[in-house]
């Protein structure tokens, strides 16, 4: 199926089980301890050997010798698989870095050896054996050192540029030029990179914790250089992920070798320590934000730069992506500089570009309100456009910006902020932030099969993955909803390269899609079964378990009396996203309190309020959007990778020394959805929430800090050392 045209009236629109407020019926297997992950899996063909990886001991250079003997001969030891042994090996399209070392060394922690043994701890005691001599090299671990020698971005990350912006900027009547810096983060996921893998003959069964399956499947078919449909990836759970488990680790790389290399399956889980080295992580930024306005508070001018580093081949960090399209203004700049860094390789984390690019604008944003003496809601709202700025006849399918703001104004009491610095409760000073919310909407090819049975049950196969967002759930809904019938008759199962390829989990695209490719399939079954009634032309309702056209009703399982009815589809899109800018908005409020004596900052309250098209699960979506709005914190107050600039590792590379909000840390969260239905971007008329609930919070807090103190923060996180001898003295 193709969406090429506007939605019209269709069976979800009917809104009997999607949209309605449902548990996740993955729950009870969740809180249960019933839902295998990846390396709980009970369905291996064998008993499973336990592989153990040494990571590498420098940033850059070579190995020079590697002795494995001792290894070899420890007890219990299978196997020890380095890249003198495992093969010739490619690299996957979507991999920066190859995940093995060998003899050349890319980054820290990169995987050079994996031990193999009948248990973890002999695998763990064999791998302190291997003896590794490095020829290193020096490298550039540095962003700020490096700046000057960054090069602009190419392809759809390239500068752009409208109208006279360097013009414009300098006759602003009131102008804004300021840098924000964010630093280098981990996803820190709970759930660790975990695989097992089994071989049969010249076939390879993974069980995985990936976000992409079909992704999976083709990127580690490219570096084990096998044909992809001779590789079979599952992942049925995943125990978070945030971008972190898109792509293929070495975990998957290294389980598949030492199974192959020891000819039964064996376990493979990354220690924490070297996955904020050894997988991806969010790249720090330095953005650079000019805004010139007239005195009326319209934007006249606004550029946006940002520097970002990665592993040579990499890509940038794309914080300047929302700038191209939050706010109107005639004279316009966007530029994206990457550096090359010896780092552990950049991606993809907890909304990717407009996380870390927001937490520079909505700053940039209040900073440029206060000198125009405006309210910062009033600023954002002057500034709200229907069109895309950069391109004025594209208008945007839904935009309702500025019902978030004001309607988020009303609720959270923002006619009550005060003035900076003079919010006073005893011994805590206290103030209001605010930040709008962006994030693109992003559709994504994804097909699905739907099976009907004797019984009238109906169940649904993709390759769709769930990260804890509630996949399971809406998948179940749209089919139901679809068929007419009960939620209790369908089935849904996800996570298997068998099943119909689908867009996967991340960037915000995964519900929209998924659940389009589940619609789509169920089109077709719905024709199957008018066909199979002997039903004649009309509109068919299915309803309650029956179908009805015109006047004849019939249990829609009769129409599997004679054997199963399969139907499969995908659904592929035109070009509605080059018509209409398809984007999701939102304003987040935040009240924090600073202890005047010790600076210690606690968040009070939050409230997002959320446009994103129709929200087909108000339960899952509301915990997406607290989940994000803490993450959100985590990256405003205190999440930060130290990196060694001397040897190129982030030194708290683990969940002790790398600090993530707790339950003291976050209080009552609010989340409101406007009532909206996109009809350009999908039958589903949905568009995403999850990254939408984490855009811009940052900036909320740091707004909401720097009005309870009256002291400007610029660069995160906020750890009270930064302001704390600007605080008032106090007897």
């Known amino acids: 199926m193709k969406f090429d045209k506007p939605a019209g009236t269709n069976p979800i629109d009917r809104m009997a089980v999607v949209g309605r407020p449902t548990p996740r019926i993955d729950g009870p297997l969740k809180v249960s301890g019933k839902a295998p992950y990846a390396y709980e899996q009970q369905d291996v063909p064998g008993k499973p050997a336990y592989g153990y990886i040494l990571g590498s001991a420098v940033a850059k250079g070579t190995i020079s010798a590697i002795d494995t003997t001792r290894a070899e001969r420890a007890p219990g030891v299978l196997s020890v698989v380095t890249h003198r042994n495992a093969g010739k090996l490619g690299k996957g399209r979507m991999n920066t870095a190859h995940l093995l070392a060998g003899p050349k060394v890319e980054h ?22 291997i003896n590794v001599d490095y020829a290193r090299e020096s490298g550039a671990f540095d ?14 990350d390239a500068p752009t540029s409208v109208g006279d912006f360097a013009g414009a900027f300098a006759s602003a009547g009131v102008q804004l030029d300021q840098t924000y810096t964010t630093p280098d983060q981990s996803h820190a996921m709970m759930e660790p990179h975990a695989t097992i893998a089994a071989w049969e003959g010249d076939s390879l069964t993974i069980w995985t914790s990936n976000q992409m399956i079909n992704w999976g499947v083709k990127e580690l078919a490219a570096t084990l250089q096998m044909p992809p449909e001779k590789v079979r990836l599952i992942s049925p759970y995943i125990g978070g992920g945030f971008g972190g488990k898109l ?139 229907q069109v895309d700025p950069e391109d004025p006849s594209r208008p945007f399918s839904q935009r309702n910006l500025v019902r978030c703001l004001e309607e988020g104004a009303r609720r959270f009491g923002w006619n009550r902020r005060k003035a900076p610095g003079q919010g006073r409760e005893g011994r805590w000073l206290v103030g209001m932030g605010v930040a709008a919310a962006f994030r693109n909407n992003i559709n994504g090819k994804s097909g699905a099969r739907v099976r009907l049975d004797r019984a009238g049950g109906v169940t649904v196969e993709t390759d769709m993955t769930d990260i804890g967002t509630g996949t399971y759930t809406i998948i179940a809904q749209t089919a139901a909803e679809m068929l007419g019938v009960p939620l209790a008759k369908v089935t849904v199962k996800l996570g298997d390269s068998a099943f119909p390829a689908s867009a996967g989990s991340g960037g915000q695209w995964g519900a929209n899609s998924s659940t389009s490719g ?70 987040h409020f935040v009240e924090a309190a600073v202890d005047r004596y010790t600076g210690e900052t606690r968040i009070r309250r939050m409230l997002a309020v959320c446009a994103a098209g129709r929200i087909l699960n108000p339960i899952s979506a509301r915990s997406q959007v607290i989940g994000a709005m803490t993450m959100g914190v985590g990256g405003a107050l205190m999440e930060e990778l130290a990196v060694d600039k001397r040897f190129g590792f982030f030194v708290n590379h683990d969940l002790a020394g790398y600090e993530v909000p707790v339950h003291m840390d976050i209080p009552h969260q609010d989340v409101v959805f406007l009532d909206e239905a996109d009809d350009k971007v999908s039958p589903m008329k949905a568009k995403g929430v999850g990254e939408l609930g984490l855009c811009g919070v940052g900036a909320a807090v740091a707004n ?26 106090v007897a």
């Open 108 to 129: 820290y922690h990169q995987a050079v050896a994996v031990v193999v043994a009948e248990t973890f701890e002999q695998a763990r005691a064999a791998a302190s054996l």
């Open 704 to 729: 909401a800090v720097y009005n309870a103190t009256g002291i400007r923060v610029r660069e995160y996180p906020l750890t009270l050392d930064k302001y704390l001898d600007r605080l008032d003295e």
């Open 518 to 587: 589940v619609y789509a399939a169920c089109v077709k079954l719905r024709d199957m079964v008018v066909g199979k009634l002997g039903f004649g032309p009309g509109d068919a309702q299915f309803e309650g378990g029956q179908v009805r056209v015109g006047n004849r009703v019939a249990d829609i399982a009769d129409a599997a009396k004679g054997g199963e009815l399969v139907a499969e589809d995908t659904m592929e899109y035109g070009d509605l996203a080059k018509t209409f800018q398809q984007s999701t908005f939102g304003a």
């Open 247 to 385: 792509f293929l680790r070495t975990d998957a790389v290294m389980a598949a070798l030492a199974a192959r290399a020891v000819k039964r399956p064996v376990k493979v889980a990354l220690q924490r320590p070297l996955i904020p080295n050894n997988t991806t992580h969010r790249p720090a930024t330095i953005q650079r934000i000019r805004i010139g306005c007239g005195s009326d508070g319209r934007i006249t001018a606004i550029g946006h730069e940002s520097w970002s580093g990665d592993l040579e081949g990499g890509g940038p960090e794309a914080a300047t992506q929302q700038t191209k399209l939050l706010y109107a203004g005639a004279n316009r700049m966007t530029a994206l500089r990457l550096a090359v860094l010896d780092l552990p390789e950049g991606n993809a984390m907890r909304a990717p570009g407009e996380a870390p690019g927001l937490m520079a604008l909505e700053v940039a944003m209040d900073e440029m309100a206060e000198k125009l003496g405006m309210d910062p809601v009033a600023f954002r709202v002057v500034n709200d456009t």
């Open 143 to 156: 962003l700020a050192a490096a700046r000057a020698g960054a090069k602009d971005a190419t392809g759809s």
